[in-house]
């Protein structure tokens, strides 16, 4: 016979994974109609200490020194987003001039093969033969994909002005939600008993902390793999380092591929044109900047969660291979919220 508090425990576990199971999939379903309210209530979240800063250093009210705020924060995002805008396209529009097409790759790689075949002398033309189309076919994949990604960049340029009314919509969301929210706060605590409020406080407490340190983490993750490639390509005189460089920072976040569908491209690209030390330079810093991601990553993340490392490799290995990214991102966020749970002594 199990303990009775065991089976407790389990059974609220059970209803706590489908709770969340259900608001996760609830949550990214709607993202894409909910998106610039979901960002503007976090902006207004982020903004909060500024906001009240600035009403007890000049002595405004909360609906001036929201609107300061607000606008404040988008200038300044404003300014930053249009100045890597306008320098990554301008690098994206000279780089996809010069990306070698198809048939460019599958003349190189029959090239390559002829090539080894004639060094070893023991290479069956018939294995060599079938090796084309499934080598030309990876290749060409991982091509498409860092084309398609340099095209995004450009036609998200192109349809600033749906851009520019998303922006719009947040930025007075945003207002609303910082004139508003005090009364926000207090309409939900209103909800709860006094016990409650001390539970629901405690579980929001631990919850922006843990979860602010989830982002910073990866951040500072995604930001160390631009930092090293951007320098690794300056050294390596790589042409259009900006670009190749947030290229493989936005590309770090996507799974099974990463980085590679850069990285790879470019050195073979590099080979086709003779410049094999680059090429070997291109590889050997590929092989530096996964091998210190995934040493980086499972500890900063488990740090800064509080969660054993092997729960992390877990969530990130089983994740990715069930559903992907987004799989990833539901283990990791389903063990935080647990946690935060167990911290609280609700679970």
């Known amino acids: 016979m199990l303990n009775p508090f065991f089976l407790n425990k389990l059974k609220r576990t059970a209803i706590f994974i489908v709770a969340f199971t259900l608001l996760f999939l609830l949550f ?16 207004a979240l982020w903004i909060k200490p500024f906001n009240l800063y600035l009403q007890k250093k ?38 996809l001039t010069k990306v070698p097409n198809l048939e460019t790759i599958r003349s190189y790689v029959e090239l390559y093969l002829n090539e080894v075949s004639k060094f070893f002398g023991q290479l069956d033309p018939v294995l060599a033969e079938k090796a084309y189309p499934q080598l030309t076919a990876m290749l060409s994949g991982i091509l498409n994909i860092t ?20 922006a719009f919509i947040t930025f007075l969301a945003t207002y609303f939600f910082s004139k508003d929210m005090p009364d926000i706060i207090e309409k939900f605590y209103s909800i709860f008993s006094l016990e409650g409020k001390d539970q629901m406080h405690s579980i929001l407490k631990e919850g922006s902390s843990m979860i602010a340190g989830y982002f910073k983490a990866y951040a500072t993750v995604i930001f160390l793999t631009f930092l090293e490639t951007f ?17 493989s920072a936005f590309m770090d976040i996507l799974p099974i591929l990463g980085i590679s569908a850069v990285y790879i491209p470019l050195a073979i690209y590099n080979f086709y044109l003779g410049n094999t030390l680059m090429g070997v330079g291109l590889l050997i810093l590929y092989v530096i900047v996964t091998v210190s991601r995934q040493i980086i990553e499972p500890k900063l993340v488990s740090t800064t969660l509080d969660i054993h490392p092997v729960m992390i490799l877990a969530a990130i290995f089983i994740g990715l291979k069930a559903y992907g990214f987004l799989g990833m991102i539901f283990l990791i966020a389903l063990m935080v919220a647990y946690k935060i749970l167990v911290k609280v002594r609700i679970l």
Request: hydrophobic letters at 65%.
């Open 147 to 166: 084309v398609r990604s340099l095209n995004a960049i450009i036609s998200f340029v192109i349809r600033l002005p749906v851009a520019l009314m998303i």
């Open 58 to 95: 000049l002595k405004i009210s909360n609906a001036i020194s929201s609107i300061l705020s607000t606008a404040l924060v988008f200038l300044v995002l404003g300014i930053l987003v249009s100045a890597v805008l306008y320098k990554v396209t301008n690098e994206a529009r000279l780089l």
């Open 28 to 43: 990214f379903s709607t993202l894409p109609y909910t998106l610039p309210f979901v960002l503007a209530f976090v902006i």
């Open 231 to 247: 320098i690794g390509f300056l050294i390596l005189g790589i042409n259009y380092a900006l670009i190749l460089s947030a290229l």
